[in-house]
């Protein structure tokens, strides 16, 4: 091995330059003497993973010797972004590696810009697993991620004339150097069948028999935490023909499409469904669903096992996080393998079951819970339905015992859905089998308990509870923003924050000091010219740093409300086209950034993004409008775009409909970079108003309780002049493709406005004009920014995830020696 000393790979810069120069030669296969950045870059992650394999070993190695508690958090998707950056700063090594690079006349920055984004999840709920995953392992918490190995990510976003058009994301086209291949660790998983009754030791048992029988592959990505050795693993499954050859279907002749066939095994972890709204109740996306969950509990048992004779101490060893109801499936699995191959009787498989057990919701929209057709499951995973059918009955009875015949009740909380078509509801599954059940926010979960699973409130309250979301300062402070991070730890004068997020409200003690206010208005200053140069080589808009950068980055929605914004837009550039010169000279120069995806057959969020695009070309071309306005789409938004963009943000927006975004942590990343809030008062925003002060914010709009009375209004609501105004402008094709924009409009009058677009319009214009005036003042705006920075500890991951480890899943820190 490259570099090695007493076991321990060296990290200072002359030996990280002989292990780059060796991977350069014998891993890349170039000549060390020639190579160019990217083959610098596969080089030097290469011998950045060799550090990381050396610390997963170790911890691994502890973790099995000291057999603590472990939590395996089971999640659908992981947006995890680059490797390169967080990887090098969590190890300590990031200036020994920039030094090793320079002498060989290569820049750490360019080289990490190489890489491209793992985008193995759709928006929220997928990199909120991701910053998780880094405070388990910052935090020493004995805890693995299990998910899937998708060949392609989330689709590429092209637009074309203004209109988006999605591009198959083959992300591994250039390789991975920061997975682990473990061709070794495989588990067979079955599909389809009959289930048959037999005697076996005694034991009268189901067997279940296949019809198809797929290998799932292990890929580890080591995540190692920040200031500890502790490296802790993402575990991705890929589907691979399994090895068992059934003759006959080889006997036909037809070897060609035999091996065709069986190759076909490889489609299930091939690509990631872009929903993110509703369930679709598609066979392949149910097929993932088992696939990932029957290999991760496989393996959690095998590896339980290991060192148990029998189950009795199962769930004082192991926690099961279901991220959503995505994995739900891993409830029945549980059971059938207790009970069918381990032999364990159902009433202690159940026993055990009910322990081990904890979901997060991410949703209060009721079109987002998981249904699946019984039709599909019995076809798919006989067995699976015959378990959650015997659980539904007992379930069942013992909600006749405690409420009586209660019809309506007793079908509303069942777990199965009679209907036309008859399904299985995964969010009643796993409210009957998990011990708790969290929300993302406190509003949330107070929608949880009095709406959405009122019933189930009713039945268990201690089951309930909520975890306020979290992001990884490491992820969006030391990675992203290095020179905010640097003023920071001088400031604070330590860096300990990066651990210990307490401590950064040690910053309100500074900030009347006009030194660090100057200081801080440059780092920010610094950032916009960055954010303004990547704008200019990516779509050819000029914007200036002065303007007030305002930014509205997520996936495109209608409760999220990006159509409001734009409407905000065309009222200012109507405004501005009003005034006379002297009144222009009040403007405070603006350029509102939007990025975001819809969703492939999303018709609404769609037009949204073309509608940005025709607005956008008016307003930037209009030379009336000079530097006062500008709007930019920034295409393919994503996690990479994100740690460029939130740095150099002003003010950002996060406009939900009250009572729709169960949290939004894109609020949490800007809020600790120093952007201002615009914002409703929902989902996590409420918990950081409480933070921060809503003097340092600007709120508008109707509140969660007002929602329900306002759309039973209807038509009765008022409306201001210059919505209609507004909507108006785009109706007479002001901007072009009136007849595409007309269902739009149609969506926001007459007896539309679902999401009160009209009602909240004057408000939000009111938010947006002090948000102006508190521009004007440079000073109050700095000091602002510093506050919210410094009010911003509450929401970092490892908050929560210490949360999470004390209250729910039970599990303590375990922490590799040096
Ligand atoms: C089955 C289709 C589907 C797929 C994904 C439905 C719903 C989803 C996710 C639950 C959507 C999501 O990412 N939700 C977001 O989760 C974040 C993390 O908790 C929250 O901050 C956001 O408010 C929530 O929209």
């Known amino acids: 091995m490259f570099g090695l000393m007493d076991g321990f790979l060296k990290n200072d810069p002359v030996s990280l330059q002989k292990d780059i120069l060796d991977h350069v030669e014998y891993t890349v296969g170039r000549s060390r003497f020639s190579f160019d950045d990217f083959e610098a870059y596969q080089a030097l992650s290469h011998s950045v993973r060799d550090r990381l394999i050396e610390r997963w070993h170790d911890t691994q190695q502890y973790f099995k010797r000291k057999d603590p508690k472990r939590l395996y958090y089971l999640s659908l998707e992981f947006l995890m972004g680059r490797s390169l950056s967080n990887s090098v700063i969590n190890l300590g090594i990031k200036d020994q590696c920039a030094d090793a690079l320079n002498q060989l006349g290569f820049e750490f920055e360019v080289l990490a810009e190489q890489e491209g984004d793992a985008a193995l999840g759709n928006g929220g709920l997928a990199r ?4 998780q995953m880094d405070s388990l392992a910052t935090m020493d918490f004995p805890a693995w991620g299990y998910g ?9 976003q092209v637009i074309l004339d203004g209109f988006q058009h999605e591009q198959p994301d083959y992300w591994l086209n250039f390789g991975n150097p920061w997975e682990i291949e473990h061709l070794r660790i495989s588990y067979a998983v079955k599909f389809y069948g009959t289930v048959e009754e037999k005697q076996l030791d005694g034991h ?15 890929y580890d990505n080591p995540i190692p935490g920040y200031g500890t050795r502790n490296t802790t693993n993402l575990r991705l499954w890929a589907a691979k023909p399994n090895g068992h050859y059934d003759l006959e279907s080889f006997d036909t002749g037809d070897y060609i499409n035999a091996v065709i066939n069986r190759q076909r095994a490889e489609t299930i972890s091939s690509i990631l469904y872009p929903d993110d709204r509703s369930y679709q109740g598609k066979e392949l996306r149910l097929k993932q669903q088992y696939f990932f969950v029957s290999a991760s509990v496989q393996d959690i048992i095998r590896r339980f096992k290991d060192s148990h004779r029998n189950f009795d101490q199962f769930p004082e ?4 996080q279901l991220n959503d109801t995505h994995p739900s499936l891993a409830i029945p699995e549980v059971m059938r393998i207790l009970v069918d191959e381990e032999l364990v009787n159902w009433h202690n498989a159940w026993d055990i079951v009910r322990k081990i057990f904890s979901f997060t919701v991410h949703t209060v929209v009721p079109g987002g819970l998981e249904k699946i057709p019984v039709d599909l499951l019995s076809s798919l995973l006989p067995r699976h339905l015959q378990i959650i059918y015997d659980i539904n009955f007992s379930f069942v009875e013992e909600l006749k015992k405690r409420f009586g015949l209660d019809y309506d009740r007793l079908s509303r909380m069942s777990i199965v859905e009679e209907g036309a078509v008859k399904s299985i509801r995964m969010a009643n599954l796993s409210l009957v089998c998990c011990h708790a059940i969290d929300g993302v926010s406190r509003i949330h979960s107070d929608i949880l308990k009095t709406r959405v699973f009122k019933d189930f409130f009713e039945l268990w309250p201690q089951k309930f509870q909520y975890k306020t979301n979290g992001v990884s300062q490491r992820r969006w402070i030391v990675v992203s923003n290095p020179g905010l991070c640097a003023l920071i730890s001088k400031w604070l004068g330590t860096d300990a924050w990066i651990r210990d997020i307490d401590l950064i409200m040690g910053l309100r003690d500074h900030v009347e000091d006009a030194e660090l206010q100057q200081q801080w208005k440059m780092v920010r200053r610094v950032n916009k010219i960055r954010l303004a140069e990547y ?3 990516m779509i050819g808009v000029k914007i200036s740093p002065d303007a007030m950068f305002d930014v509205q980055i997520k996936r495109i929605h209608e409760y999220k409300r990006q159509l409001l914004n734009i409407l905000g837009i065309i009222h200012r550039y109507d405004c501005i086209k009003n005034m006379n010169k002297s009144d222009r000279r009040n403007v405070v120069p603006r350029v509102c950034i939007i990025g975001g995806k819809a969703a492939p057959g999303y018709e609404i969020a769609k037009k949204i993004i073309k509608l940005c695009h025709a607005v956008g070309e008016t307003i930037n071309n209009d030379p009336d409008i000079g530097g006062l306005l500008k709007l930019v789409f920034i295409p393919d938004y994503n996690v990479s775009v994100a740690e460029l963009v939130i740095p150099g943000s002003d003010l950002s927006q996060h406009i939900s409909t009250a009572g729709h ?13 120093g952007c201002l809030l615009l914002a409703t008062v929902d989902g996590s925003t409420i918990e950081i108003i409480e933070e921060i002060g809503k003097e340092n914010m600007f709120l508008f709009g109707a509140k969660a309780h007002e929602v329900a009375t306002l759309r039973a209004k209807g038509q ?6 210059q919505f209609s105004r507004v909507v108006r402008k785009i109706r007479d094709g002001y901007f072009g493709s009136e007849v595409y924009f007309k269902s739009l409009c149609d969506s926001l009058e007459g007896s539309g406005d679902f999401y009160l677009l009209g009602n909240d319009f004057a408000s939000y214009l009111e938010a947006q004009a002090e948000a102006d005036k508190a521009f004007v003042d440079q000073e109050r705006w700095t000091k602002m920014s510093i506050l919210c920075t410094a009010g911003s500890g509450r929401f970092s991951s490892d908050r ?6 004390e209250k729910t899943w039970r599990i303590e820190p375990c922490r590799c020696p040096f």
């Open 128 to 131: 909120l697993a991701a910053c």
């Open 148 to 156: 899937l190995r998708y060949q392609y990510g989330l689709f590429r």
């Open 204 to 218: 009268h048992c189901k067997v279940w028999v296949p019809g198809e029988t797929v290998e799932a592959v292990a």
């Open 317 to 320: 060893k192991v926690a099961l």
């Open 535 to 537: 704008i200019e080589a």
């Open 661 to 673: 975004e169960a949290s939004g942590t894109g609020n949490m990343k800007l809020l600790m970079n």
């Open 716 to 721: 009765a609501r008022k409306v201001p002049l």
């Open 800 to 805: 929560t995830v210490g949360e999470y480890a």
